[in-house]
């Protein structure tokens, strides 16, 4: 039976964490449908046309996440995710995951305002900017990227603008999502309340 849990957000707020999370707590399939844009900006890297590289996708293309997850990729995925065609090509593919037989955590920008609208459960997960730039610096330090954590919180900061201002499908709160605010919560607390919220709507 198709039960769907729409999950957005900005960059590092900790909602691709939260979602593979419930995912696994629950046996649903997850989808962190920010790599469906990395893949496609990355084909862009390329020289592909950004609107053939979003019709061209295929799961293999997402196989690499840590090739995905590199800075200039994630610009390019911000980018040809403003182009009304370019999500237009992805979003039947966002919606046919989202209705599979034994549910779906999809993870994004978009998903409980224009993906998932009667998504079953919508969370929208947020943290202080400070927060999140500390975060996805201390990540990617981690993997051996040479960053400072000041061009972390610039570049998070165009993200945001570009995400929050683009015509096509802005970041923005769905009307009806439950919002987590993880700036003060650990993992497990933010994990321990998103599972909370999903089964307080499964035992209704």
């Known amino acids: ?31 962190d449908t920010g790599l469906l844009y ?15 590289a979003a019709k061209s996708l295929v799961p293999e ?3 690499d996440e840590d090739a995905l997850r590199a800075p200039q990729v994630a610009r390019a995925a911000s980018q040809v995710a403003a182009q009304h065609d370019v ?10 995951f989202a209705r599979r037989d034994g549910g779906a955590v999809l993870d994004g920008r978009d998903i409980g305002t224009v ?7 919508k969370l929208y997960i947020t943290a202080s900017d400070e927060v999140r730039a500390e975060r996805r610096y201390l990540e990617m330090r981690a993997k051996g990227v040479e960053i400072t954590q000041e061009e972390v919180a610039k570049d998070l900061a ?45 035992d209704a």
Do not use: N, W
């Open 38 to 52: 990395r893949a496609v900006g990355a084909k862009t890297l390329q020289g592909m046309d950004a609107v053939e």
């Open 158 to 202: 165009e993200r945001d603008r570009r995400d929050e201002s683009r015509a096509t499908a802005p970041l923005v709160a769905a009307d009806d999502a439950i919002v987590i605010d993880t700036t003060a919560l650990s993992i497990e607390e933010a994990v321990a309340l998103a599972v909370q919220k999903v089964q307080a709507v499964l």
């Open 115 to 121: 993906i998932c609208p009667d998504a079953e459960v």
């Open 87 to 96: 999500r237009a090509a992805l979003v039947d593919f966002q919606r046919a």
């Open 1 to 31: 039976m198709p039960f769907c849990v729409a999950t957005d957000g900005p960059a590092a707020a900790g909602k691709g964490t939260i979602s593979k999370a419930l995912a696994e707590r629950f046996g649903y399939a997850h989808l």
């Open 61 to 63: 293309d997402m196989v």
